[in-house]
């Protein structure tokens, strides 16, 4: 009898201590991702330089969500919003060693993802929806809800015309509430030109949307 229960302890103490083993490696893969949350971008950056490629990881945590929101305002469409987001992160660590710190690892990267979906827009030329879906604002009256829901897809509509530069530039400073000086410094352009686009954008948009309305 008591080698009975001998045999059947040994499973149950192996198993115990596979548990044991696992639950080890979990907690310091949890300690280590809570060492990266602990450092800005830039000590980020430079630990991926030095041959670490799991505190990239941490930086796409951190920038994903607002890399996706850009494609798709430029795009507007969730599954080549997603494409180029993912694309962005996979150009910025190819090409991390490049990266001088000279501008914040944010506009680096938005950097990044503006000329993706430019340079994509330039080969596709998409011609669906421009917007599906849009938010009532809030409306209870169908009536208001609907001219709402209108309204928005001529603005995104008339948006998506815009010539890549304009369209970018507006995106940036009007829809992502950039500066002036944040947008120069993602698109690599002058102020002054910045501010000219900006202009023609609005100017654009309007004359579109009288001959609309």
């Not at 000279?102 to 669906?128: D, G, H, M």
């Not at 604002?137 to 928005?152: A, I």
């Amino acid at each position: 009898m008591a080698r009975t229960k001998t045999k059947r302890a040994q499973p149950a103490k192996k198993a115990a201590s596979q548990k044991k083993e696992r639950l080890k490696g979990v907690n310091s893969f949890a300690e280590e991702l809570s060492k990266y949350r602990k450092l800005d971008d830039s000590e980020l950056v430079q630990l991926v330089k030095s041959g670490e490629p799991e505190p990239f990881d941490e930086l796409v945590r951190r920038h994903s969500v607002k890399i996706h929101d850009l494609c798709y305002k430029i795009l507007r469409n969730y599954d080549d919003a997603s494409d180029m987001a993912q694309e962005t992160f996979i150009k910025a660590y190819r090409k991390i060693n490049k990266f001088d710190g000279r501008s914040q690892f944010s506009t680096w990267l938005y950097r990044i993802a503006v000329n993706n979906c430019l340079n994509y827009i330039k080969k596709q030329r998409p011609t669906e929806e421009i917007y599906d879906e849009m938010m009532s604002g809030g409306k209870d009256d169908p009536v208001e809800r609907y001219r709402s829901k209108k309204l928005r897809e001529m603005i995104y509509e008339a948006v998506a015309k815009l010539p890549t530069v304009q369209r970018a530039v507006f995106t940036l400073r009007t829809l992502e509430d950039m500066s002036y000086q944040e947008v120069s410094d993602i698109l690599k352009k002058p102020i002054s030109t910045i501010k000219v686009n900006h202009h023609l954008a609005v100017k654009n948009l309007r004359n579109y949307m009288k001959a609309k309305i």
